[in-house]
């Protein structure tokens, strides 16, 4: 394709942009590079980096002044033979190719990376070609193949799309088809959304629109996957500077936020001469330098686009009521000018029937879109992921992306019945994933708690079966979490009450969900001190579940209603009793391993109940019986933090059992060993808290651990470090009071023995 003399500079060109890969605009390394170059080649730089620099064009086009660096295919890839070049940019060449088997006539689009990026950029085609091969959307061109050419070169097969860039076509079609045409670029980016990919450079270049009017969206081989399976995907002068966002332009990966930025603009693009003040406020409101006020997601767009098509006021503009009123005149007008007799009213209604058939339509489409796509994000995407190891932050991003979706759902003014309740049913999983404590949640307990209280919302006043049963699920839940994460025993107890009024009311509940409902009432008798009722609560849960169930979630609730019996009988001082219920617990964890070797929380929960029976065999027992246990459930528990690293929840049960196994051999009589590893326990919690200040939970970790620390040592005489231990565990639970989380528990178990080992052992080191 060139002569010697060409071949020899642009070999030496490719050397060099190699070398300048990482930083093209670092002038000194590019000035230390070309000291010694010829001319030819010294231009040749200047050129190709000076036009990258000015690129308002795709990667796969260059700019106008600036010549492709030219590079010969192989003849073919697999079935498809090469036969022109399209477009050439800064990772690579697109060559329309053709089908050759003979089969059938095909023409394609084949994306090859340029020779001197292989090693940068491969990594970047084969993320695209995994984003593309998971998508079907008739407004995104289609994967057809991938791999690499026989000279190792990465490529992908694509379908060829016959037409003309957006901003070219919206040049010729009046504003109503532009905007019909930019929703179909809205459903394309939304849907890639919904499947955790952000596209990183939208533009019109990007978007052809083919001989039929289609939309079709090109080019992802700058999408960073929301999961960060391509976060090396592109070299940072591929970024298009005038549809960029500024946190693209700095260098952040692309997400949502960057793209709704893009749409903004793309957007006046589509207003075009057609000044609207309205449609204009929505792309200068979608183009916010300040992420927080732009739209929060496509749909969030989407939804303003389309009250604007309604006359109905948008969202990117004040409220005033001058405003609301002009808007409902432009709705109105047609029944605000018809006279008051008998068909001009008759006239309206049938107009007004039209209209809100249509809008019935219009926003059945749109609820269809966000429950699919919700309920894939939540109920097979999220439990697919768990499966699978180092992806606990990944199942974030997934219930982040949810929440748009589910809020919308929750928000929505519809009277169909099965709006809400596909809502809650979403927001309540959305919930348990977020921050249900005691597993692998996403530690956040204040979005679980507004996504309870959204869900207790919807339903407090339907009273047909499906939601009252929904809305029972939703109290215990929202105990649950008022008990074991927020330690707000009064909200637990009016929840309980309200389940308890639809447990009357409601005969069709299974006994499952009736077990847990006593269940959650032992748990709320016990924290209050009221162990008799809470073994009595405990006893009718383990009767209403059936000995023959051997689903995971049977076992694990039997394990919990032999747990709590066993801790109100432990707290009564019948401890032979207490640890006979504890084995008793044990057994159907073991089963629940052995039936599901893979299922992480039943090994969490197995971990937990060794741990629970070692502190009652600790001093009622065999306290080598109760090191042993803790061997066993620190395996356990390290096994799970194998699985994902940044399970919180597993690293504070670490913590837990460390601080156990420091009482055992204290017991044991190895005091130095056993102090020491008591005090590492304690400064884990002390951590975990000051990370998190406002989190009840954490500081009532950090202060029963210390406590137990203070105990131990004044047991032994070692007074000047427990009196220190005792006052600041006493003042952390002021800490707790003062916050309005303080337990009838803590004060006769915790406070009042501190208090009392302070006046009795700390007089002559008070100060």
Request: charge should be negative; hydrophobic fraction near 40%.
């Amino acid at each position: 394709m060139t002569d010697g003399k060409g071949s020899a500079v642009e070999r030496r060109v490719l050397a060099l942009l190699d070398q300048l890969a990482a930083d093209p605009d670092d002038q000194a390394l590019r000035a230390r590079l070309l000291a010694s170059e010829e001319p030819a080649v010294v231009e040749r730089i200047r050129r190709i980096i000076d036009g990258r620099s000015r690129s308002d064009s795709m990667p796969t086009e260059w700019p106008d002044d600036v010549d492709p660096v030219p590079t010969d295919p192989p003849e073919r890839f697999g079935v498809f033979r090469f036969i022109a070049p399209i477009g050439a940019g800064g990772m690579g060449e697109v060559w329309r190719g053709e089908r050759s088997d003979g089969l059938f006539e095909q023409t394609v689009a084949i994306k090859l990376i340029q020779p001197h990026l292989r090693v940068r950029a491969g990594e970047a085609f084969s993320a695209e070609r995994r984003i593309l091969a998971r998508f079907d959307h008739p407004n995104v061109a289609r994967l057809i193949d991938g791999g690499n050419t026989d000279d190792g070169r990465a490529c992908l097969v694509m379908e060829f799309v016959d037409g003309e860039p957006f901003d070219t076509w919206c040049e010729a079609v009046p504003l109503a088809e532009r905007l019909a045409l930019f929703h179909q670029i809205l459903s394309a980016v939304g849907y890639a959304h919904g499947r955790l990919v952000a596209h990183g450079d939208l533009k019109p270049s990007n978007i052809l629109v083919d001989r039929d009017g289609r939309a079709r969206l090109l080019d992802f081989g700058i999408a960073r996957l929301l999961t960060d399976e391509a976060s090396a995907v592109l070299m940072s002068g591929a970024v298009t500077s005038s549809y960029a966002s500024p946190a693209r332009l700095s260098g952040a990966p692309p997400s949502i936020a960057d793209d709704v930025f893009a749409l903004g603009r793309l957007l006046n693009v589509a207003i075009g001469p057609d000044k609207d003040r309205e449609l204009a406020a929505i792309a200068d409101k979608a183009t916010a330098v300040d992420e927080a006020l732009r739209y929060a997601s496509v749909p969030d767009l989407a939804a303003d686009i389309d009250r604007w098509s309604r006359r109905e006021a948008v969202v990117a503009l004040p409220r005033s009521y001058p405003y609301i009123a002009r808007k409902f005149i432009q709705r109105r007008w047609k029944a605000l000018c018809v006279s008051a007799t008998l068909m001009g009213v008759l006239g309206y209604a049938g107009w007004s029937y039209q209209s809100t058939q249509r809008e019935r339509i219009e926003a059945a489409a749109r609820f269809d879109d966000a429950r699919g796509t919700a309920r894939y994000l939540l109920f097979s995407l999220y439990d697919e992921l768990a499966a699978h190891p180092h992806t606990l932050r990944l199942r974030q991003q997934v219930a982040q992306v949810a929440q748009h979706y589910l809020d919308r759902l929750a928000q929505s003014r519809s009277d169909v019945p099965e709006v809400g309740l596909e809502a809650a049913r979403g927001l309540l999983r959305l919930a348990d994933v977020e921050g249900s404590p005691g597993m692998a949640s996403l530690g956040d307990g204040k979005a679980s708690r507004r996504n309870i209280d959204t869900v207790i919302a919807l339903l407090a006043k339907r009273t047909d079966p499906a939601a009252r049963m929904l809305l029972f699920e939703a109290r215990l839940d929202s105990a649950f979490l008022a008990q074991n994460g927020e330690s707000d025993e009064k909200r637990a107890a009016r929840d309980l009450a309200a389940a308890k009024t639809i447990l009357a009311d409601d005969p069709g509940l299974s006994d499952y969900q009736r077990s847990r409902y006593y269940l959650a009432q032992s748990s709320v008798d016990r924290w209050a001190t009221r162990n008799e009722l809470s073994i009595a609560e405990a006893d009718k849960a383990i009767a209403l579940l059936r000995q023959t169930d051997e689903d995971f979630d049977t076992l694990k609730l039997r394990s919990k209603a032999f747990e709590r019996k066993a801790d109100a009988l432990y707290y009564l001082h019948r401890h032979p009793e207490a640890i006979s219920s504890y084995r008793a617990a044990l057994t159907p964890l073991e089963r629940a391993v052995a039936r599901y070797p893979a299922n992480m929380e039943a090994r969490r929960r197995l971990a937990h109940i060794r741990w629970n029976l070692a502190t009652a065999l600790m001093d009622y027992g065999d306290p080598h019986e109760a090191l042993a246990l803790l061997d066993s459930a620190e395996t356990e528990i390290r096994s799970v933090l194998a699985f994902d690293p940044d399970d919180d929840d597993a690293q504070r049960r670490l913590a837990m059992f460390e601080q156990s196994r420091g009482e055992t051999l204290v017991i044991l009589g190895q005091l130095d060993q056993g102090f020491a590893a008591m005090q590492n326990s304690v400064e884990s919690y002390r951590q975990a808290w000051q990370r998190d200040p406002a989190n009840i939970r954490s500081l009532r970790n950090y202060a029963v651990t210390l406590g137990n620390l203070a105990d131990e040592q004044g047991s032994h005489s070692r007074y000047a470090q427990a009196c220190a231990n005792w006052r600041t565990y006493l003042h952390l639970y002021d800490l707790i009071e003062k916050a309005g989380h303080l337990a009838e528990e803590d004060r006769t178990e915790g406070i009042a023995p501190a208090v009392r080992n302070v006046r009795q052992h700390c007089s002559a080191t008070r100060k």
